[in-house]
């Protein structure tokens, strides 16, 4: 099975920030990575599919880059509403998925 | 506009059975894979299952391979998950997504239905 690795697991960061999340696959998945956001509550929202585009509606400061087996979603400024849990999803293996453990935003 | 409502969730005892429906409604559904995915309370997301367009292929994650059934009726819009054999960590909000390829990410979500296994 691939598993996908998220770090960090948490940061604090301050309104108007970049922020930069990675995630790692244990083998190359080629671009078959997706983002989601979640709120607390809330259910998984997509932000970014195969790798690196930009689901309809979101915001252009989110953007996504990789390929095989390391990927990053960047927010270029961070906005109060992007304060969230960030997961990186497989879509690659046997049609078998896997999400990572999930990154948490905060605020500074 | 897309909609997908579970129902289904509730208290049920280790051992026990429960079935999710997802609704949908505001798309073709007989053109979209759909998807189950669960949340622990606290936890991230867990992948659970799949089913073609058709229903003639599904595919499970280990944890619930041989208890879990994915299904699905066309002609009523609806998705199903059959869960036997339930343990306390089958524990978790269950969300229901729909996807037309892996490829492109699920791309709604339902609002989610939790099941609680305890004595």
């Known amino acids: 099975d691939i598993q996908m690795t998220q770090s960090p697991s948490s940061l604090s960061a301050s309104v108007g920030d970049r922020v930069t999340i990675t995630c790692r696959a244990s083998?190359?998945?080629?671009?078959?990575l997706n983002w989601y956001q979640q709120k607390p509550g809330k259910a998984p929202k997509l932000l970014i599919y195969?790798?690196?585009n930009l689901q309809s509606g979101v915001p252009s400061r989110f953007s996504g880059s990789g390929f095989g087996s390391e990927f990053t979603l960047t927010i270029s400024s961070l906005q109060p509403e992007d304060f969230a849990t960030y997961y990186c999803?497989?879509?690659?293996?046997?049609?078998?998925?896997?999400f990572g453990q999930g990154t948490k935003v905060e605020i500074k | 506009e897309v909609q997908l409502v579970e129902s289904g969730g509730g208290l049920v005892q280790p051992g026990g059975s429960l079935r999710l429906s997802c609704a949908a409604s505001?798309?073709?559904?007989?053109?979209?894979?759909m998807t189950w995915v669960r949340q622990a309370p606290g936890k991230g997301l867990e992948w659970v299952a799949n089913?073609?367009?058709?229903?003639?292929?599904?595919y499970y994650a280990d944890s619930v391979k041989g208890r879990f059934t994915i299904s699905r009726d066309n002609a009523k819009n609806s998705l199903y998950l059959q869960m036997n054999s339930l343990r306390a960590e089958d524990t978790a909000v269950y969300y229901c997504?729909?996807?037309?390829?892996?490829?492109?990410?699920?791309?709604?979500w339902g609002q989610g239905t939790l099941v609680t296994v305890s004595s």
């Open positions: 997504g729909m996807y037309t390829s892996g490829y492109y990410g699920i791309d709604s």
């Open positions: 195969a790798a690196s």
């Open positions: 089913v073609k367009q058709d229903g003639s292929a599904t």
């Open positions: 999803q497989q879509s690659h293996g046997a049609l078998t998925w896997t």
């Open positions: 505001g798309f073709t559904f007989s053109n979209y894979w």
């Open positions: 083998q190359s998945i080629s671009n078959h």
